[in-house]
């Protein structure tokens, strides 16, 4: 029996809303690494470049883990692998509490831990864009990435209260078996969109353009960018039968995002100690911390509402995003007080939600025709690989020349080069769209005038 348009609907942003919830309790105490690290020195005595190695490997493979996931996913399910997810967050956590010493931790919080995360994310971006592939695909997507500095913002005050009055190793262990309980119960409800049948058309019915050309396994209210028509009005890309890794637009997709990762991760993972390089406080830190995921809510908030109504492609969105983000780090060079700090904190995260909440349905724009597999990879992997290079590149630069004021200027760059690569996709859409109205019209100017050969037999009289 085929689902009513509106329950379909309706259970669709209940999977995203649930998405966005494992989200939130999946990368939220992730994120809060800082606040356990102190905690990890004083237990283990090891330094903070190894100790901050343990959760750059965990933050690395919630996206390099994407390979597993996704091989997971084509022979399972992807609820089947939210749950394993969740097995392997939850009891890399548990497990992190009984280590004797930090070495087991890379194997209990980097590699456990990252895994998990890592199937959570790629099934629950195949789960929202097998719901909304193209229909209020930009939404879907801002509305599962708010649960990231949400859960950021709420579990931090509660992991500190927690370590506070507990310690640490019963922090890990309370906290990890309610955010089990609550995600797997979450995760059981994660189905994948029911099969629509296909179309069977009366002859009345022929060429309606409601029901004729549909994808098969989309209802037909989902208006997929036909063969020939994209958003911009560029023609479809290179076919399908072309192996993605043979062309350019992929590449530069993948070097783009890989680039502006690294740059934006520094802004996650070095913040605290540029700031105290320029004399602010810890409380000065919490409250920059804070006005950051504030500027990233309103800035996904935005794009949600207005993301599946621009009248371009979110490609721009992504290298605006960047563009916008080498400029408040050149500010950033000069700025030695709290109020401008708090200022670009805020700018700097409604820029940062114009990547985060648009690259994985640029690259659904862009790439949908390879599949969802390549869809959510090629921005995946490239994502854990600027994660993984950023730490070193900007704390290497900084303990070369002893401030930041060289690691900003990288940073700069960077964004730069990542916004050229994305801006070169749009740059090679619009010359493609050329060539091909030349050649239609080209076409279409030989056939004008072509006499018609009738087929029909004259009768001799």
């Known amino acids: 029996m085929k689902l009513p348009r509106c329950l379909r609907d309706w259970w669709g942003w209940t999977v995203v809303v649930l998405a966005s919830l494992q989200l939130a309790l999946a990368l939220g105490p992730a994120f ?24 750059c490997v965990a933050h690395s493979l919630m996206c390099l883990g994407s390979i597993p996931a996704d091989a997971l996913i084509r022979r399972l399910s992807p609820r089947t692998v939210i749950l394993v997810g969740v097995l392997l967050n939850c009891g ?29 994310l ?9 719901w909304f592939p193209t229909r209020y695909c930009a939404r879907a997507s801002s509305i599962i990435v708010i649960g990231t500095p949400c859960g950021t913002l709420i579990s931090g005050p509660v992991l500190n209260t927690l370590i506070s009055a507990y310690g640490w190793r ?36 022929m060429g309606s353009p409601e029901t004729e050309l549909q994808p098969i396994g989309l209802h037909p209210d989902d208006k997929l960018q036909e063969i020939g028509e994209m958003k911009d009005g560029s023609p479809s890309p290179t076919p399908a039968s072309v192996p993605f890794y043979r062309q350019l637009a992929p590449w530069l997709m993948a070097i783009g995002v890989a680039v502006g990762t690294a740059a934006w991760t520094f802004h996650a993972i070095n913040l605290a100690s540029f700031m105290d390089s320029i004399g602010l406080s810890d409380g000065d830190l919490s409250l920059a911390v804070v006005v950051l995921s504030l500027g990233q809510i309103t ?19 992504v290298a605006a995003s960047f563009i916008v983000g080498a400029v408040l780090s050149g500010f950033l060079i000069l700025t030695s007080t709290l ?15 114009g990547f985060f909440a648009t690259y994985v349905s640029s690259s659904m724009e862009i790439f949908n025709h390879f599949g969802l597999s390549v869809v959510t990879l090629l921005v995946q992997i490239p994502f854990g690989i600027g994660v993984l290079i950023s730490a070193p590149l900007a704390g290497g630069l900084y303990d070369f020349t ?29 010359i493609r769209c050329r060539t091909n109205e030349k050649d239609i019209n080209a076409v279409m100017n030989e056939t004008k005038y072509a006499p018609i050969q009738s087929t029909d037999k004259v009768a001799v009289v």
């Open 32 to 55: 809060n690494y800082h606040i356990y690290l102190l905690s990890f020195q004083k237990e283990f005595g090891t330094n903070t470049a190894i100790t901050g190695w343990v959760g």
């Open 92 to 120: 890399g956590f548990f497990a992190t509490a009984f280590v004797p010493s930090l070495g087991y931790a890379f194997l209990t919080y980097g590699v456990a831990v990252g895994l998990g995360t890592s199937f959570i």
């Open 122 to 130: 790629q099934a629950g971006f195949t789960l929202i864009l097998l």
């Open 170 to 205: 019963h922090a890990f262990m309370m906290a990890s078996s309610v955010i089990f309980i609550i995600s797997f119960l979450a995760g059981l409800f994660m189905t994948t969109p029911p099969p629509v049948p296909d179309l069977k058309l009366r002859e009345a019915d």
């Open 299 to 317: 800035g996904k908030i935005l794009i949600g509402i207005f993301g599946d109504s621009l009248p371009f492609l979110r490609l721009y969105l």
């Open 339 to 353: 109020p401008p700090m708090l200022a670009l904190a805020y700018f700097f995260g409604m820029s940062r939600a």
């Open 402 to 430: 002893g401030d930041y004021t060289l690691s900003l200027v990288a940073i700069v760059g960077l964004l730069g080069l990542a916004a050229g690569c994305i801006l070169l996709i749009a740059i090679q859409r619009r």
